[in-house]
């Protein structure tokens, strides 16, 4: 290594590379990957070769202390360098420079790579996702057997080349372990299973466990189902932990949400919609339902729904809670981030006068040519159409409450089929967001919605147990018998 003066950047560079070179100049011809207020990354041609560039600022207080305790690209660099010397696949590293409270990180570009993340959103038959979660588990428990473990550990971090290998990037969040717990493995797995968790099946999650832990050497006396057990319930409450704080985003201003107020009051809006005035009264729609409790239309901005209070009552109890069109907006988001199908939430706003509720509502997408499920059922004469759709059903409701939501008002006016027959879950200010669904709530749901499909004319016993099949994938003929008898 040798330390060279470029402009006013410091770096510490191997000899080989850049000698008598303007990088400065380099990098302003360089092409923006990715720009935030703590990061940028580029990457620029030299000598016919392609690198990747990292400058790393310090916008927060805590990040000009973290400067002087442990620099991210300091960190970053002695990772890759560890990690390049033990022959793991990560990009090569090339440079380190500062300048002022900014640091650069200069690596060798890994030729024609896609993140897994972007791939995983494709189409892929089973062949090419077995071979992936293969390989992403021998990757994953080499890392762990020298004692490596990630501490950001999703799918955007990894990337696969043409010739399907894959690399890890980011390592300015890894760790090494002299002695590597079995637990922070098992933590390890849920966090990279939770970035997979919405495009993959779990089959594939299958899979993979049982590759990495043949290649593991954390486990060797463990069994495979207690080990596999104590992952999934990791994973689990991962899950719902990781979601929860997400989904929380929706109501604070950041790069996917943005704060609006007008004559309606306040609110938020996703930044991807291209909505560039808000109405300042009720605007006028195709009424699909005027009741006591909500008017629904359709209207230029997307479904509208306006909540009214019920009760006289509830005056005083809206002053300590969130409104119905909040509640409905953060379930939207909730239900998104778990996976589970609904119309998307493009806005929403509440109006106070102090504390008191005077009104509030939330637009969401229309779902096209949809309708409820028990009028989609009625007019379905298929036999094998309608069992499908009932296995789709039971799926759904399996996976909402695997991952902590629960429907306290689950009926089949509030689930939509569309002209593609999938089914969509609305109506979300019902909804609620529990660590943990117990026995009795997920009995009530489904009791709830079988309560309703049962007034379906073309409705049979067999068809509630082709449900059940689907709701409760692993249990016993008893425990099927003994949910068919309490519905």
């Not at 002695?179 to 933590?187: F, N």
């Not at 060797?220 to 989904?247: E, G, H, I, P, V």
């Amino acid at each position: 290594k040798k330390y060279m003066q470029n402009s006013d950047i410091i770096w510490q560079i191997k000899p080989h590379f850049f000698d008598g070179i303007s990088l400065e100049e380099k990098f302003s011809k360089g092409k923006t990957i990715k720009i935030s207020p703590a990061r940028e990354i580029l990457e620029f041609e030299c000598n016919g070769e392609w690198y990747i560039l990292k400058i790393f600022h310090a916008p927060l207080l805590a990040d000009r202390i973290r400067i002087w305790l442990n620099p991210r690209p300091w960190r970053e660099w002695k990772n890759l360098q560890a990690l390049h010397s033990l022959k793991m696949p990560v990009p090569e590293p090339v440079a380190l420079g500062k300048k002022g409270k900014d640091g650069y990180l200069i690596t060798k570009k890994i030729p024609e790579t896609r993140s897994l993340r972007d791939i995983c959103r494709e189409y892929l038959d089973l062949a090419e996702r077995r071979d992936i979660a293969t390989k992403l588990a021998q990757l994953t428990a080499s890392l762990h057997n020298q004692g490596w473990i990630h501490h950001d550990f999703h799918s955007g971090n990894i990337l696969l080349d043409q010739k399907g290998m894959l690399y890890l990037v980011d390592l300015y969040g890894i760790s090494h372990y002299s002695s590597l717990s079995q637990k922070k493995a098992i933590q390890n797995l849920a966090m990279l299973g939770v970035s997979f968790a919405l495009c993959a099946s779990y089959t594939d999650f299958f899979i993979f466990f049982k590759e990495y832990f043949y290649h593991s050497r954390l486990f060797q006396k463990q069994s495979f189902s207690d080990t596999f057990k104590l992952t999934n319930q990791c994973f689990m409450d991962w899950f719902s932990s990781f979601s929860a704080k997400r989904a929380m985003r929706c109501i604070k201003s950041n790069k996917y949400f943005q704060k609006i107020s007008n004559e309606m009051g306040t609110g938020f809006i996703h930044r991807q919609n291209s909505i560039e005035t808000f109405p300042t009264s009720i605007p006028k729609g195709t009424v699909w339902k005027d009741s006591r409790s909500t008017l629904v239309q359709k209207t230029s901005f997307g479904v509208w729904k306006q909540y009214r209070r019920k009760k006289i009552q509830n005056l005083l109890l809206d002053c300590f809670r969130p409104s119905r069109a909040k509640k409905a907006w953060i379930a939207g988001y909730n239900c998104f981030l778990r996976g589970i199908p609904t119309a998307k939430p493009l806005f929403f706003q509440e109006k106070r006068n102090f504390l008191f509720l005077e009104n509030c509502y939330i637009v969401t997408q229309e779902i096209e040519n949809a309708c409820i499920l028990p009028k989609y059922l009625l007019g379905t004469e298929d036999q094998q159409r309608k069992e499908n759709l009932l296995k789709q059903l039971g799926k759904m409701i399996h996976t909402m409450h695997d991952r902590g939501l629960t429907h306290r008002d689950l009926k089949g006016n509030n689930l939509l089929v569309d002209q593609n027959e999938r089914i969509y879950l609305i109506d979300l200010d019902g909804l609620s967001m529990r660590k943990k669904i117990s026995q009795s709530r997920r009995l009530k749901d489904v009791k709830r919605l079988i309560k309703g499909l049962k007034l379906v004319k073309n409705i049979e016993k067999k068809d509630i147990e082709i449900f059940l099949d689907s709701y409760l994938p692993f249990a016993r003929d008893e425990e099927k018998k003994r949910w068919l008898k309490n519905i």
